[in-house]
């Protein structure tokens, strides 16, 4: 899942308005922010296989350290500890940053096929392969994200016109980036291109939902 994952970053933003949406944003994609590095050092593996899903073009062979039940856990354990204690120091925003790190499992188990370990590769792996019809995985997607948009809408005032349209377009923005991402063509086989491209647009998009949420209160 990739736009989709955002939904938890603006439901969670709608239950704690201290927590920054920007931060959030990169917590729900924290462990793929870790998993491009670890793959291009070798940690973790991925292949390019064309057409692997209707929607995806590769093949998760190995990523016990990113994407598996128990790290999810343990990542959120880490950011809950340094939101507690080192960053923000309170507690109710450090439970929802560690929730929005745990999230990523769990919004990747519907699309996913069966490559999320449990706990270590030989673990079970699951996944129920919604990538295979793309044209369901965008619908989930969207309706995700379209239902985290009218939560944070609800939940939070405009200060300036940017306030009042920008978060809405910016998530119309995010459902078409999706196109292309799910029905366009494959990016072509090299692993430093396809990651500097995934960081580059997760920190963009965190830039983007940081600075509009500022224009809400
Ligand atoms: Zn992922």
Sequence with gaps: MFVGHYAASLALKSFEKRASLGILFLAVQFVDI????????????????????????????YMPYTHSLLAGVLWAALAYTLFRWVFVKNGSVAIVIA??????????????TPDLPLWSDASPKLGFGLWNNAVATYILEAGLLLLALWMYLRSTKAAT????????VFVAVLLLVNISN????????????LA??????????????????????
């Design 161 to 168: 016109a940017a306030g009042k349209y920008g978060m809405s």
């Design 34 to 61: 870790l998993f491009f590095p670890f793959v291009l050092l070798g940690i973790e593996r991925m292949n390019v296989v064309e057409n692997f899903t209707q929607s995806t073009h590769f093949e998760l062979e």
């Design 99 to 112: 929730l929005a790190v745990f999230s990523h499992w769990l919004f990747d188990l519907p699309v996913h």
């Design 182 to 193: 799910l029905f366009g063509a494959p990016m072509g086989d090299s692993k430093p291109a």
């Design 196 to 217: 500097i491209a995934a960081l580059s647009s997760y920190f963009l998009f965190a830039a983007v939902a940081f600075w509009l949420d500022r224009k809400r209160s």
